[in-house]
């Protein structure tokens, strides 16, 4: 019974904030707002894909919102002030997602810059390039048709939550099917390891860095059409929830164990409970407070019933 708990302790988490969140509010339960979670808990969920790779090999990427706002600015500024078409803007604006993850890769693996150095770096260096460019202000108005990505339906299914279904699917068979996510998982358990049975860890590091960067542009896609705007301040904490989805998810902190389900899960319970207090009308202060406990008791349980 303590097996089949620690297996699906993050299901049951879930399950009870919804059956709690339906009994406060009867307009919680609707297949409308869980579309709506969806839609709101889609960037977020997409640079968790990324953080859980990048955790899996046992690092992590605090420059993630840095990087989703300097996509969205290139891309904007492409577009708005280049007068370049919105097809080669949205491809600067991931290859510049693409460039700074693998810039992060290269710091960590050839240069030997502990992680924690090296995002903190890029975070900051990142954040202000964005009010370099911009000048502090948001560059708009980028056209209705663009909107479509972060705003539009296919049939009653938001376009947002379409691309997060897409990113999951791939995500799932890079981590799951290829030698790619093997590899991840082997550099997580023990680098060492994986370097004396032929993996090229450097490499790797530069991969997996670039592929969080990579996921943090489609974010950034997604977000700049959803605001219509280039904004220097956008993306700003999704790092901190990112990582939160990632751990509440199961994925630990120290590498080498983890699934994509469970930060798709960990997503959910983030979004769920931020819907719900926003329908209870609770104080933006107090939902600070109530999330952080919640995400210390959610990773309490999940650790407990795994043991």
């Known amino acids: 019974m303590r097996k089949l708990l620690g297996s699906y302790g993050i299901l049951i988490v879930l399950f009870v904030m919804i059956v709690i969140m339906s009994f406060l509010s009867p307009r919680f339960l609707s297949w409308s707002n869980f579309l709506n979670i969806s839609r709101q808990i889609s960037v977020m969920a997409i640079v968790g894909v990324g953080m859980t790779f990048v955790i899996l090999s046992a690092g992590i990427d605090l420059s993630v919102g840095s990087i989703v706002a ?62 370099i460019i911009t000048g502090g202000y948001p560059i708009s108005q980028l056209g ?62 530069i991969w997996i860095y670039g592929f969080c960067g990579f996921c943090c542009g489609i974010a950034a896609l997604i977000l700049t059409s959803r605001m219509n705007s280039g904004d220097p ?7 901190l929830d990112a990582i939160a989805a990632v751990v509440i998810g199961g994925t630990s902190i120290t590498g080498g164990k983890g699934w994509l389900g469970g930060t798709l899960i960990g997503a959910y319970i983030i979004g769920i409970l931020n819907n719900g207090l926003n329908m209870l009308d ?16 959610a990773v309490f349980l999940q650790r407990k019933l795994g043991e």
């Open 70 to 131: 300097l996509s969205g600015i290139m891309l904007s500024f492409s577009f708005q002030k280049l007068g370049l078409p919105i097809t080669i803007s949205i491809a600067i604006g991931l290859a510049t997602a693409l460039l700074v993850g693998i810039v992060n890769g290269l710091l960590v693996a050839r240069a030997g810059i502990p992680f924690f150095i090296v995002t903190l770096a890029t975070m900051v260096i990142g954040r202000g390039l964005c009010f």
């Open 144 to 205: 209705e048709t663009f909107q479509t990505v972060g705003r539009g339906y296919l049939g009653t299914i938001p376009v947002p939550v379409l691309i997060t279904v897409v990113v999951f699917l791939w995500a799932w068979v890079l981590l799951n099917k290829m030698k790619f996510g093997r590899y991840v998982f082997a550099i997580g358990g023990n680098e060492e390891a994986a370097e004396l049975a032929g993996i090229s860890v450097q490499k790797m590091k």
């Open 233 to 239: 301040n956008m993306g700003t904490g999704i790092e």
């Open 282 to 297: 609770i104080s933006a202060y107090y939902q600070m407070a109530i999330k952080g406990l919640v995400i210390i008791l």
